[in-house]
C-alpha cells in the first residue's frame, strides 16, 4: 500500500463516487500504462493504443455533463487526474488536452449542433483534439497572437503558426483561436484541411511519451459553421486554461505521492552504515517533508474542487493551487533522486522522468512566474507581467 494511503487516506475524504473514478483511472494508470511508460519514454513514443482504454473508462471529457461523457464533479476529475499522473505527465496530459482543452472549448463554446456532433466521439476516442493557442514568439502572452482570421464570403480562413501544442499531429480536430476584425474567435479546424501542418517538436527531453508540436496555418478555409459562436475574446481560451489548470495542480500530486512510494520503498531496502538508509535521522526528514508538502498539496486541490463545485472558484485560487503543487512535485522528485543517490539517475526509477516532465509542467498552462504575478496582482493591485 502507498505510504500516503497508509498514513492519511484519501478514500476517507471523498465520496464513495468521487473514489470509484479514482480506482477506474488506477486501474488503466498502472494496467495499461505503467508497464510500457519507461520505454514509451525513452523511444519518444506516443502509444495511441492507450487512447481506447482511457475511453472505455469513461476519462475522456469526465467532468463535462451530458454528450455521452460522465458528468464527475470536481473532485473525481481531480482524482482521475492524480491517478494518471502518478505514473506519466505525458498522459494526463493527454487527458488534459482532450477533456480540459478541446472538449472544454466545444461543451463551453460551441452551438448545439457542434456540441452533438464532436463530444459523443470525444468522449469514445474517436476524435481527437488539441488546442492551439500558444505561439512561436512566447505562450506568456496570448493577447499578442499574431494567427488571423479572415472573413470570405462564408468562410474563415486562417494563417499563422502556433507552437508546443500537444498532439497536433494525431488530432482529428484542433480548436484554433485566432485574432478576427472583431478580436480573438475560436474554430474547430478538421486536421485534414489543405493549408493545416503539423510538425513534432523532435528534441524534447520532457513529455517524451506524448508528443508537442508546430503548426502551421497557410490559409487554411474553415467554414463560419465551424466557429465557436459563444467564444468571444481572449476571455473564452482562458476559460479553458482555468480546467487544464484545475487538473494540473490535481495531477501533479500524483507526482508527489509517487516519489514518495518510491522514495520509501528505496530507503527501507538500501543498507548504508550497516542498517536501512530509512533509519537515518536525515533520511526521515526528507520523507517526512515530502509527505506534509503532499497533504498541504491535496488539501489545497480538495479546496479548489470544493469552490468549483460550488461554481465559486477565481482564477487566482487556480493559479495559487497550481504554483504551489507544482513547486512542491519538483522539490519531491529533487529529494527522491537525492534519496536514491546514483540510482536515481537512472531508468530503473521513474525519477528523472518525473523530473524532466514536471519542468514542462511548470511552463505550460502558465509559467510559475505568471502564476506567481497574477497572485502579486490579487494582492497588490499592481500588474507587474
Ligand atoms: P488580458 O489580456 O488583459 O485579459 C484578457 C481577458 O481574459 C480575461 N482573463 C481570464 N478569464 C478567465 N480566466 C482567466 N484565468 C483569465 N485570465 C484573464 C481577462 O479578465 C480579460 O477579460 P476581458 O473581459 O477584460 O477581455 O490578460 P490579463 O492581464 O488578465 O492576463 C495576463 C496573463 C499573463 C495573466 C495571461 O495572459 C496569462 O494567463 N498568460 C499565460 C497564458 C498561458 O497559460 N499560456 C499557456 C497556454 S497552453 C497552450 O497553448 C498549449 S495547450 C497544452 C498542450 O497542448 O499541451
Redesign the pocket.
Known sequence: MSTVERLLPLEGLVSADDWSWALKARRVANEVIRPVIDDDFEAKHFRREVIPELAAAGLLGVHINGYGCAGAGPVAYGLVCQEIEAVDSGWR?FL??QGS?AMSAIAKFGSEEQKNEYLPRMAQGEVIG?????EPTG?????AMTTTAVRDGDDWVLTGT?R?????NVADVAIVWARTDE?VRGFIVPTDTPGYRATPIENKFA?RA?V?CEIDFDGVRVPERLRLPEAE???????C??E??FGIAWGVTGVLRDCIDVATDYAQNRILFGEPLAAKQLTQDKLARMFVSYETSVLLALHLAGLKAKGAVD??Q??VAKYNNVRAAIDAARTTREILAGDGVTSDYPVMRHMANLEAVRT????DD??S??IG?AITGH?A?
Open positions: 496530459t488534459s488536452v482543452l488539441c488546442f492551439a493557442l500558444t505562450g506568456s502572452d496570448p493577447a502556433k508546443w501544442i500537444g498532439l497536433a478580436g513529455m506524448s508537442q475574446g481572449l476571455k473564452a481560451p482562458f476559460g486554461l482555468n487544464a489548470r482564477p487566482v487556480i493559479s505550460y498552462e502558465g509559467t505568471v502564476h504575478l497574477i496582482r500588474s507581467f
